[in-house]
T-cell receptor, first 110, second 112 residues
Framework: DGGITQSPKYLFRKEGQNVTLSCEQN?????MYWYRQDPGQGLRLIYY???????QKGDIAEGYSVSREKKESFPLTVTSAQKNPTAFYLC?????????FGDGTRLSIL | GENVEQHPSTLSVQEGDSAVIKCTYS??????FPWYKQELGKGPQLIID?????GEKKDQRIAVTLNKTAKHFSLHITETQPEDSAVYFC???????????FGSGTRLLVRP
């Protein structure tokens, strides 16, 4: 089935550690996105990529990094510089205006 | 920058009643307005969207209306069912990019 796969579903980070969240899509979409969701808030854009080997910062990019080496993959690294990383992270992809979402990764601090 | 406000934050209705969720956007250049439904532990799923060249769109029990002059749009769910219980998000974007600005969400509870 076509879709977006995020892994792992749950992730724990120790102080000072970088962690990487995986996002893979087989929808052949050009654009991919990373959002952060906090309780009681909407989704906030971290990074997005409209084409391979190119990406732009969203509204809350500080403490995060991404790469887009393949069309299917858009991994997100949460660095130790992100002081409040506990959140639900959502990846999305789109061909036109409609964005399709994965089922998220919940990141917690140990 | 663009801002989207969504009300109410929580909504409880009796099964069979209608539910209405309202959003207001700030950027008059916005021309695409999707609505997403998010169930617990899942990613948001698109349920309906509208573009600025139409004022209303329906899909079975769901409808969206758009008032460009007032810069607000609304989601209407008729004959609500317990499986409609979820968090609903509105969003808006303009021509310049595919970036979506999301509202803060509405938790809908349909009481059997």
């Amino acid at each position: 089935d076509g879709g977006i796969t995020q892994s792992p579903k749950y992730l724990f980070r120790k102080e000072g550690q970088n962690v990487t969240l995986s996002c893979e899509q087989n929808l052949n979409h050009d654009a991919m996105y990373w959002y952060r969701q906090d309780p009681g808030q909407g989704l906030r854009l971290i990074y997005y990529s409209q084409i391979v080997n190119d990406f732009q910062k969203g509204d809350i990019a500080e403490g995060y990094s991404v790469s887009r080496e393949k069309k299917e993959s858009f991994p997100l690294t949460v660095t130790s510089a992100q002081k409040n990383p506990t959140a639900f992270y959502l990846c999305a992809s789109s061909m036109s205006r409609t964005q399709h979402f994965g089922d998220g990764t919940r990141l917690s601090i140990l | 920058g663009e801002n989207v406000e969504q009300h109410p934050s929580t909504l409880s209705v009796q099964e069979g009643d209608s539910a209405v969720i309202k959003c207001t956007y700030s950027d008059s250049a916005s021309n695409y307005f999707p609505w997403y439904k998010q169930e617990l532990g899942k990613g948001p799923q698109l349920i309906i969207d509208i573009r600025s060249n139409v004022g209303e769109k329906k899909d079975q029990r769901i409808a969206v209306t758009l008032n460009k002059t007032a810069k607000h749009f609304s989601l209407h769910i008729t004959e609500t069912q317990p499986e409609d219980s979820a968090v609903y998000f509105c969003a808006a974007s303009g021509d310049s990019s595919y970036k979506l600005i999301f509202g803060s969400g509405t938790r809908l509870l349909v009481r059997p």
